[in-house]
C-alpha cells in the first residue's frame, strides 16, 4: 500500500483546489488550474508548512491520485471532485455495463423510494466507481453504507454521457432512480 505521510496538508490542498481557493488566497483558471508558486504561498501564509519537495511527494504519495501538475510543474490541480465550475478537460468514457455508487442507507429513502435518483449535491457530478469495495468505502464515509448498482451500458445506450477522470474516477451529471438497483456484494 502506498504511504500517504501528509494526509492533513493534503486534505487543505483538496479544499482549496476543488471548493475554496480563497481558502489560500488564490483563484483557479477556467481549467482548474492553481499557479504553484501562489498555492505554496497561499499555504503558508495559513500557517501550514508547505514548499515544492514536499508539494510533490504530496502529488505522487496521494492515496486516489487526487491531483495532477502540468507538463513543467507550475500548475497543479485537482483531477476531479469539484463543486466549483470549473472544465477539468474530461475524457467522455463509454462505460462498462455496471458501475456501483456507495452511498449511506439513510439516503436510500429519498434515492429510490421517492424516486430522486442520484443527484450530484454540491459537486459537479454523482461519483461512481467500478469497483464494489471502493463504493462501499466512499458509502462510509457517511454512515452505514449501501451501494446502488448502475446499469451503466443502459445509461450509455440511452445517451447519458459518461467521463473518466484521471484517476480513474466515473463521473455522470445524475442517474435517474429506474436505472439504479441496491447491490449485493459481488460473488466470487
Ligand atoms: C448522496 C470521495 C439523498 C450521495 C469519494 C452521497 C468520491 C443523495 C451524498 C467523492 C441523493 C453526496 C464523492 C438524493 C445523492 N437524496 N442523498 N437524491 N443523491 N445523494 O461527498 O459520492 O476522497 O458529495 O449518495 O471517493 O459520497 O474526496 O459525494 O452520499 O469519489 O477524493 O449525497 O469523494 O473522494 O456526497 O463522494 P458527496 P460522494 P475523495
Redesign the pocket.
Same mark, same amino acid.
Given at each position: 500500500m502506498e504511504k500517504e505521510p501528509y494526509k492533513k496538508i493534503s486534505k487543505f490542498i483538496?479544499l482549496v483546489l476543488r471548493h475554496n481557493p480563497s481558502a489560500a488566497g488564490i483563484r483557479l483558471d477556467e481549467h482548474g488550474w492553481a499557479d504553484v508558486r501562489e498555492l505554496i504561498r497561499g499555504v503558508c501564509e495559513t500557517g501550514r508548512s508547505l514548499d515544492m519537495e514536499t508539494l510533490k511527494e504530496i502529488v505522487r504519495t496521494n492515496d !486516489?491520485k487526487?491531483f495532477a501538475f502540468n507538463e513543467d510543474c507550475t500548475k497543479i490541480r485537482a483531477n476531479?471532485?469539484h463543486s466549483i465550475q470549473v472544465d477539468v478537460e474530461l475524457k467522455a468514457v463509454n462505460p462498462p455495463d455496471v458501475l456501483y455508487?456507495?452511498?449511506?442507507t439513510r439516503?436510500l429513502g429519498?434515492?429510490l423510494n421517492?424516486g430522486?435518483?442520484?443527484?450530484?449535491?454540491?459537486?459537479l457530478y454523482?461519483?461512481l466507481?467500478g469497483d464494489y469495495g471502493?463504493a462501499v !468505502?466512499?458509502?462510509q464515509?457517511?454512515g452505514v453504507p449501501a451501494v446502488l448498482k448502475v446499469d451503466a451500458g443502459r445509461m450509455a445506450e440511452d445517451g447519458y454521457v459518461f467521463y473518466l477522470s484521471e484517476n480513474g474516477?466515473w463521473l455522470v451529471k445524475e442517474v435517474p432512480a429506474r436505472y439504479l438497483e441496491t447491490a449485493a456484494a459481488p460473488q466470487g
Open positions: 483538496s !486516489k487526487r476531479q471532485g455508487h456507495g452511498t449511506a439516503f429519498s434515492i421517492k430522486e435518483g442520484l443527484r450530484p449535491g454540491s459537486r454523482v461519483h466507481s471502493m !468505502k466512499v458509502g464515509r457517511h474516477v
